[in-house]
């Protein structure tokens, strides 16, 4: 009996253990599809660095605010030039190449999409910065590095991919070495009982871009003590972002009708019109359920 109930038990654990592998790979093979279809309008209309950008008094341009937000989490992880550093989730490169420029560190980009890997491979030749910058396929949630690889790590609006958030952060802290750094630029959720009119904006947010479910800022800070960080600081950066979150909905209310007509005409991906839907959205939802926001820890 005893035997029946191990057998039954193991057959179970190996269901669930396979059921979690096929929907992580459905997860990572929709966001590589997202990224290769839409990475053009990035490169054309955004920067080369994949994220909001912080804008203080004074910035004049979108470059200058994504490049304030290097240079934030560059300052937060303390870099120097013996470091290594790891860009979890690092798109085309942009940080990782302003960290190596100004900071001489050593920096390991990884990423699902090998489009976009080809890209960031080939600025950093055009750079000049392929002696400090290498960039490899690979899930951030299950990586091939040993233990105590990296002394800092850090992932700009990349962990909300992350289909369970205590993955990622068990995977950084296994790579990263005794004292390490860790920096997480991203948005969190900070109501969860949303009312049926932010649940419609929410979910056609994370559609556009693809994103599973976000994180609470709650829960997030929770999982980062459960997996042994300390030293936690958070810094809220939603008032930072917010022109460059007009910015974006304005692209998507102006686009919206062309990407529309171009979808249904199939002459461009469905995912670049729903990227499109997922420009308005993000707006609608700071301040009102979510905020923008870095977590720094220690190991």
Same mark, same amino acid.
């Given at each position: 009996?005893?035997?029946k109930?191990? %057998?039954a038990?193991?057959i ?8 979690c ?5 459905? #997860?990572? *093979? @929709? /966001?590589?599809? +997202? ?12 920067? *080369? ?6 804008? +203080? ?7 200058? $605010? ?19 550093v ?8 942009? =940080? ?18 090998? *489009?976009? /890997?080809?890209? $960031?491979?080939?600025? %950093? ?5 392929? %002696? ?11 990586? !091939? ?7 800092? /790590?850090?992932? /700009?609006?990349?962990?909300?991919? %992350? ?7 068990r ?11 860790? #920096? ?7 109501? !969860?009982?949303?009312?049926? &009119?932010? @649940? !419609? ?13 976000? =994180? ?46 171009? =979808?249904?005409?199939?002459?461009? =991906?469905?995912? #670049? ?9 993000? *707006?609608?939802?700071?301040?009102k ?9 220690? &190991?």
């Amino acid at each position: 009996m005893h035997k029946k109930v191990d %057998a039954a038990r193991f057959i179970n654990k190996n269901n669930q253990m396979n059921y979690c592998m096929n929907m992580t790979n459905r #997860v990572n *093979k @929709k /966001i590589v599809q +997202y990224h290769d279809d839409t990475q053009i309008l990035y490169n054309i209309f955004w920067s *080369k660095a994949l994220h909001y950008g912080f804008w +203080y008094e004074g910035t004049k341009n979108l470059s200058d $605010a994504v490049e304030n937000t290097n240079r934030f989490v560059s300052e937060l992880l303390d870099l120097q030039e013996n470091d290594y550093v790891l860009d979890a989730g690092c798109g085309v490169g942009g =940080s990782s190449f302003f960290m190596a420029r100004y900071f001489g560190v050593k920096i390991k980009g990884i990423t699902l999409s090998s *489009k976009q /890997i080809k890209q $960031a491979r080939k600025d %950093a030749e055009r750079l000049h910065l392929g %002696a400090k910058v290498s960039f490899e396929k690979m899930d951030f949630n299950n990586t !091939k590095f040993k233990d105590d690889t990296f002394t800092k /790590i850090f992932s /700009i609006e990349s962990a909300c991919y %992350a289909l369970n958030k205590l993955d990622f952060l068990r995977e950084a802290y296994r790579i990263l070495k005794e004292d390490g750094k860790i #920096v997480i630029v991203d948005g969190f959720l900070i109501k !969860k009982n949303l009312s049926e &009119k932010e @649940k !419609k904006i929410y979910e056609k947010w994370l559609l556009g871009w693809k994103v599973d479910n976000l =994180s609470s800022k709650d829960d997030f800070l929770e999982d980062l003590r459960k997996v042994g960080f300390k030293n936690i600081r958070f810094y809220n950066k939603t008032s930072e972002v917010m022109p460059s979150s007009r910015r974006m909905a304005t692209y998507g209310y102006l686009s919206f009708p062309l990407t529309f007509i171009l =979808s249904r005409l199939k002459l461009i =991906s469905k995912n #670049v019109h729903e990227h499109t839907i997922g420009c308005i959205n993000q *707006k609608k939802t700071f301040y009102k359920f979510t905020i923008y926001g870095v977590f720094y820890a220690q &190991k």
